[in-house]
């Protein structure tokens, strides 16, 4: 594969991308939604679109139901989640996302603990996030603290959203022979 391959990807890549962005918190409001905030904030700045923003508690249905419902919208491209992934047991984003997902991208939750790790050593290891593709649908999964979410928006989100996005949107050609 030639090295030139990911900025050819980019070419075709959309240059806004809609999202939807939930937080997952028993406590925080739209008001002190600091995580949510600064995700909403990080797509604006970079010209993409917020199309859907709420708060739902941290309990299994509310979350599938929440983030079924924002795959399956036509102006949905992304759907970004945060918070609800810790070891607690009151954490089930992950256990509500995961069996949403068709494909997983594992790089994802690997690269965040790597680049976690650099900032706030082993308690890197507890971060469970995630991220897939669903149809033409991308989703993330991240921490609920402030750093923890952008770190992940700023340093592999934002960086790849538009390249997924187009490699999704591509239509399906037959594998070679």
Not at 57 to 86: M, Q
Not at 87 to 112: M, N, Y
């Amino acid at each position: 594969m030639s090295h030139d391959a990911p900025a050819s990807h980019k070419s075709y890549s959309p240059k806004s991308v809609r999202c939807a962005v939930l937080t997952v918190s028993d406590t925080r409001t739209l008001e002190t939604d600091s995580s949510g905030d600064a995700i909403e904030s990080a797509l604006r700045v970079a010209r993409h679109e917020v199309a859907l923003r709420a708060i739902v508690p941290d309990e299994l249905e509310p979350i599938r139901d929440w983030v079924a419902r924002a795959i399956a919208r036509s102006d949905v491209d992304a759907v970004l989640v945060t918070g609800g992934t810790g070891v607690s047991p009151r954490d089930g984003t992950i256990e509500a996302v995961e069996p949403l997902l068709q494909k997983v991208l594992t790089g994802f939750g690997e690269l965040f603990r790597a680049l976690s790790f650099q900032e706030i050593g082993s308690a890197a290891m507890l971060s469970r996030a995630l991220a897939g593709t669903t149809g033409q649908t991308v989703v993330f999964v991240m921490p609920g603290s402030r750093g923890a979410v952008s770190l992940a928006v700023e340093r592999l989100i934002l960086p790849e959203l538009g390249h997924l996005v187009g490699q999704l949107r591509r239509s399906r050609s037959p594998a070679p022979h």
